[in-house]
């Protein structure tokens, strides 16, 4: 396929791995364990998945203001995924790679994909450090 | 595209703790898409309760690059009562690090309020002032009640904005977004209903669930209502949908009147029957019919004195057969200090919870019980942080439950 131009959020490497496209909207806070990775959202139809190392799509975010604490604590626990798509920003989960970064921790690159082309992500991605998408 | 002035890009091109405030609060503002940063007043602030060692880490990296407030910025609970009031189970690296994480938030500048009701701490900001507050309840209240403007800060970017005294432009700070755009009618309930202290929080979660993140206005409210039955109503809209503004016609500043608050526009109206409050007041509860309770827990918001002076009147030297957790903050215990009002209700069996809150940290002990509480806000969340299930009631009822050990209800509209 011919690789998808996205919109940067954060900047951040180049990324290949797994995608992980979720299938509904997530709440980082009680949604995802930053010591595991794993999410655990017991309503949420991915429960059970890891987010760790993979490039991991978001159709939706629900805020709560902790999801940004979540996000740096797996920053600084090393797992965070490779990646983060989001179908639209949210300043509140991003803002966990911001301050991941000015902490001089190695964080993910963020884009922005609309959330029915995400649904076309391969099984195994790749990304540039300019926001191109390659199958 | 967020234009910064000379100066915060002078700021920011520095090396300190200021510097790095105001790489985070830009960097937001350009993934809210404010066009610029504008002057807060005063700030309040939720990053000092523990989440894990990050945030630790993140509060004494600005410490030691030298960072301070430089506006007032009051703090919201931390997980530990730093008074002594009560003990905290949390132990280890774990408290060592939640203490360390308070130690430092202080250390910046910030006062040592550790309360979730700043407002009823002296902290009032004037109507109209742009602020930048954390904690949904706190938001809601310094919004809806007091009229100053805030969005939701949460975790780093409400020290940012207090080191820094910017925010992003957007959101709530301007006037075009604070306007209603649903009605919640609730003048087909009975006008009495307004006069008791248990419909707050049930109505407060009606109107949060059926409205999201939307800016409503309640008409049909008669009779004056205290700010703590709006500082309940507000706690329960604020966890139930993420209310940050609300109006109530004739109550808040800035809805005398419903044309006012809608800025005379078309608004969805969502008329509230006794039904719909029936359920939403059984929805509170994850357990009916209980033969026993194992505790109350009361004070999310934290207490007000008269709250607080209003246990004592209700347990009229009875003493409750199972403990009553009261969550306040310092304030309060200063002045039931002063009176002797903690020592006589520590002897009833009341636990004084001073700094922090029974659902954030454990202090409960750690058994799957029942908890009775008169709060929204901890019905909503017990359940998920302490195990507990939960029954809902009124004040003196949730006392009367304690003094007996299993649930008393005595208002006919809580009956299932």
Redesign the interface.
Known sequence: MTPLKTEI?IAGPAASGAALVLSAPISFW?GVD??TGDIIDARHPDRGRNITGKILALPGTI????????L??L???GLAPAAIILHE?D??L???L???H??GWRTPIALKLDRELQKGLAEQVTISADGLIAA | MTSLTRHESATAAGADGAA?AM??VA??AR??GAPRLICVQSAHI?GALY?????T??AE?LVRLGAKVAIRATLNVGALDLMGCSKSHLSGARRDMAKRLMLAYEAMGCEKSWTCAPYQAGHRPALGSDVAW?E?NAVAFCNSVLGARTN??????DIACAITGRAPDCGLHRAENRLATVIVDVSGLPAALFGSDWIWPVLGTLYGREIG?SIGIVSGVTGPVSEDKLKAFGAAAASSG?VGLFHIAGVTPEAPDVVTATGGRLATRITVTPAMVHAAQAGLSTIHGAASIDAVAIGSPHLSLEELESVGSLLASRPARVPIYACTGRHVVREADRTGLRKALEKLNVIVVADTCVVVTPILPDINGVLMTNSGKFAHYAP?NTGYDVVYGSLSDCIESAIAGRPVITNAALRP
């Open positions: 959020l009680g930053p010591f805020g709560s203001s902790s999801a940004s604490a979540v740096l604590e920053v600084r626990n920003p300043a509140i991003l803002l966990g911001i301050v991941a000015e902490m | 790095m790489r985070i960097e937001s993934l809210l939720d989440h894990g060692d990050a945030g880490l993140f990296e954390g949904s939701r800060y949460g975790d780093y970017l993140t993420g998920g």
